[in-house]
């Protein structure tokens, strides 16, 4: 699910879409329960709803400070408690949060964005330990900048307010992240089924590795 304004659904073949509003509580049951028409109790959940915005400290504004943490947090929980009513009942379920490297460690100009990351890693681990010994696992993938259309955003403003070549802000970015380099975005892919066809709970883990 997305920020959509309207919550709507379809099927495809063997797959079932629904959209909703990730920070709007009703909208989330809405779009939960038009999954469970279709495809029955839900088993596993991936929240990988996100948005970053990057300015100073003292040009972050509360508009975005809340927009950032309305997405990234409030969102993963939403639709977190959603899908562990099912899990509960079945006593098995694996939740998997996207969240980032900059919800581990901090990162100049987006302090609005580590602080809903770092919130993200923190409530995975919360119910990690809420649900041990449960059946129902709940992890963490913290992916450094990774080959998607969120970091070439972040490659065009650097280019804008440096003045840099995109080659120099590319490499800029890749040093930050773990191994020294850009994530694909098949490395995420694979960490996330991992941590769903296994057992571990309570993991972040770093991409790439």
């Known amino acids: 699910m997305s920020r959509s304004p309207h919550a709507v ?17 009703e909208q989330v049951a809405r779009a939960f329960d038009a ?21 100073p400290l003292m040009r972050t504004g509360l508009a975005m ?17 959603e899908a562990a ?6 006593k098995w379920g694996r939740i998997v949060n996207v969240a980032s490297v900059a919800g581990l460690w901090g990162a100049a100009y987006i302090s609005a964005y580590c602080a809903s990351k770092h919130a993200v890693v923190g409530f995975t681990r919360a119910i990690a330990a809420e649900f041990d010994g449960t059946g129902i696992t709940a992890n963490a ?7 998607t259309e969120m970091m070439h955003r972040a490659i065009a403003t650097i280019v804008r307010v440096t003045g840099a070549s995109e080659d120099a ?19 995420v892919a694979e960490a996330v089924y ?13 991409i790439p590795r």
């Open 9 to 25: 659904h379809e099927s495809a073949g063997e797959f079932f879409r629904a959209e909703g509003d990730v920070t709007d509580e």
């Open 35 to 55: 999954c469970r028409a279709a495809n029955g109790p839900i088993e596993i959940l991936v929240n990988n709803s996100g948005i970053a915005e990057s300015a």
């Open 65 to 81: 400070w809340d927009r950032i943490l309305a997405t990234n947090v409030t969102g993963t929980f939403l639709c977190t408690r």
């Open 85 to 90: 009513e099912d899990m509960i009942v079945a």
């Open 141 to 147: 993938v913290c992916p450094g900048y990774t080959e």
């Open 169 to 187: 802000a590319r490499e800029r970015l890749a040093q930050q992240n773990p191994l020294g380099r850009i994530a694909a975005v098949e490395e």
């Open 194 to 206: 991992e941590l769903t066809a296994g057992d571990e709970t309570g993991v972040a883990l770093v």
